[in-house]
């Protein structure tokens, strides 16, 4: 059913003594990705994997202003850090938190770390373009739905990149 609803198929084929071969075909405009799975202002996102540096948590306090953008120092390379929330024009997370979860993305040999409100497990998702329904989104490159129904944005690195270079 799942397979029907992509608009794909799948064929069965069996010889005896030989096995059975299961062939699935899936429409090109779908793209299976690995996802590091965020939430942002209570809301979940994906961030293709192949973007992703690496993850950690960073103290509030290491956070430094340098030319009015926030930056830490993270094994010796300065790296600058955006909050996510702010860059898709969320409300702001209200609470002071002592431990900030990061994901450090890599766009080209450009990296930058985003804030994210949690961080939770890498997924393969099926991207699925919102051309038509949302129009051009800055920072988002589509949707996949979940298997409980629920449908999660799928981030565009390069995008978010763009946009919190270009903010002061």
Do not use: C, H, W
Not at 28 to 53: E, F, G, H, R, W
Not at 60 to 82: D, P, Q
Not at 144 to 165: C, H, Q, R, W
């Amino acid at each position: 059913n799942n397979i029907k609803s992509l608009k794909g198929n799948i064929s069965v084929t069996s010889a005896v003594g030989q096995g059975t071969r299961f062939s699935i075909a899936l429409p090109l405009t779908l793209a299976i990705i690995d996802a590091l799975m965020v939430k942002v202002n209570a809301q979940v996102y994906a961030i293709p994997l192949d973007a992703v540096s690496e993850t950690t948590k960073i103290e509030s306090s290491r956070l430094n202003e340098i030319n009015n953008r926030k930056a830490i120092t993270l094994r010796g390379e300065v790296l600058g850090v955006s909050d996510l929330a702010e860059l898709l024009e969320l409300p702001a997370d209200q609470g002071d938190r002592d431990e900030l979860p990061l994901v450090i993305i890599k766009v080209g040999d450009r990296r930058l770390g985003l804030v994210v409100e949690d961080l939770l497990e890498r997924q393969e998702v099926v991207i699925k373009s919102l051309g038509e329904y949302l129009g051009d989104q800055p920072g988002i490159s589509g949707a996949t739905i979940m298997g409980d129904g629920s449908v999660v944005l799928i981030l565009d690195p390069s995008e978010i990149y763009k946009i919190a270079t270009s903010r002061s």
